[in-house]
């Protein structure tokens, strides 16, 4: 995966007030000024924001799952994401993902379950 770019005001690292020490103020604005060597894209100098600097999109598609039924058609590559379901459909559906070794984006499998042990003692 590509790094995403950091992206900060010019002169961020000189002044006190405006980046060094103060995370809030670190962020993007365009320099605006006549003689402006950032402005002007000289050699050298941290890049501007513009079209270009995007991050790749994944092609992948992704599935929702509602019910059990829902897990066969998933394929190894399809990236899975749990609808909203209650806890009693969450947890049969978990059971049957961690033994085809299925990974929602959404949810851990291992830590809920878990959890729902406890639950479950108590």
Do not use: C
């Not at 513009?50 to 990236?79: F, H, M, P, Q, W």
């Not at 978990?94 to 929602?104: D, V």
């Amino acid at each position: 995966m590509v790094k995403k770019m950091k992206f900060r005001r010019r002169g961020w690292y000189k002044h006190k007030r405006i980046g060094k020490g103060k995370r809030r103020m670190v962020g993007w604005k365009k320099p605006k000024g006549r003689d402006n060597k950032m402005r002007e894209s000289r050699k050298g100098r941290p890049p501007l924001v513009s079209i270009g600097y995007r991050r790749k999109k994944e092609d992948r598609k992704i599935i929702t799952v509602y019910n059990v039924k829902d897990l066969a058609s998933i394929r190894k590559d399809s990236r899975v994401i749990l609808g909203k379901i209650g806890r009693k459909s969450k947890t049969e559906i978990a059971k049957k993902a961690a033994e085809k070794s299925i990974e929602f984006q959404n949810l851990n499998i291992k830590k809920f379950l878990k959890t729902g042990k406890k639950n479950e003692s108590k």
